[in-house]
């Protein structure tokens, strides 16, 4: 990634290769298996605009049948970094005992927002992402993760820039002041969860050359041979 910022107590990950995405796969498939009777439960962990939705996206892209299942909406309106137990009770297990999935978190149903997170039996392949996706007190409901390793400095000037597009926690002050004190939680439960530790893979979120479509930069997270 070369002079890359990282907060204190994350390891800088690779060497970086650039591989296909059907190789990224591949492997995230030879780590999880072939359960039978359910989908491949596969976490796409990562800081803060670090390029997990991006990369989930890509997954569910080569897979005809599979679903994504955002954090983001689990935890909306929760307790920052206090909803595990909504991924684990209400998402999580129904995937590994393969029942299709209708979930309304608590918030939702408090705060009025219609709908629900659905993920219909029979698939091939569940991708769960975003920031805490792997946790340690679940990790044997999980059956492979991808940390997504970036620049701390360049994710907090893209998911500053995104909110502000999208037009969410106010204009540019109130956008960057939510964004600190977002991290001040997300520093503090990734110095407890350390999920890099339970990855297979890692992908590098915010690569020094640009990319093609078709492929992703990886190394190995530390604890696993390179290759």
């Known amino acids: 990634m070369g002079a890359v910022k990282l907060p204190p107590g994350e390891p800088e990950l690779g060497p970086w290769r650039t591989v296909t995405m059907r190789e990224l796969l591949d492997l995230v498939h030879a780590e999880a298996g072939d359960p039978p009777d359910r989908p491949r439960v596969v976490a796409v962990d990562?800081?803060?605009?670090?390029?997990?939705?991006?990369?989930?996206?890509?997954?569910?892209?080569m897979v005809?049948?599979?679903?994504v299942v955002h954090v983001d909406d689990l935890a909306w309106w929760e307790p920052l970094y206090e909803w595990g137990h909504l991924l684990a009770d209400d998402v999580l297990r129904p995937l590994r005992d393969g029942r299709a999935l209708s979930f309304r978190p608590p918030q939702w149903e408090a705060r009025g927002r219609d709908g629900a997170i659905e993920v219909p039996a029979g698939l091939d392949l569940v991708v769960v992402e975003g920031t805490g996706a792997s946790h340690a007190?679940?990790?044997?409901?999980?059956?492979?993760?991808?940390?997504?390793?970036?620049?701390?400095?360049?994710?907090?000037?893209?998911?500053?820039?995104?909110?502000?597009?999208?037009g969410v926690n106010g204009d540019l002050a109130e956008a960057t002041a939510f964004w600190h004190d977002w991290m001040r939680a997300e520093l503090a439960f990734f110095d407890r969860q350390r999920p890099w530790e339970r990855a297979c893979v890692a992908v590098n979120g915010t690569p020094a050359s640009p990319v093609r479509d078709d492929e992703v930069q990886i190394a190995a997270p530390p604890g696993r041979a390179a290759g």
């Open 46 to 61: 990562g800081r803060g605009a670090s390029g997990k939705s991006t990369l989930a996206s890509r997954l569910h892209r």
């Open 64 to 67: 005809p049948r599979s679903a």
């Open 137 to 166: 007190e679940h990790a044997d409901l999980v059956d492979a993760t991808v940390w997504v390793q970036s620049d701390f400095g360049l994710a907090e000037e893209r998911g500053i820039a995104r909110d502000v597009e999208q």
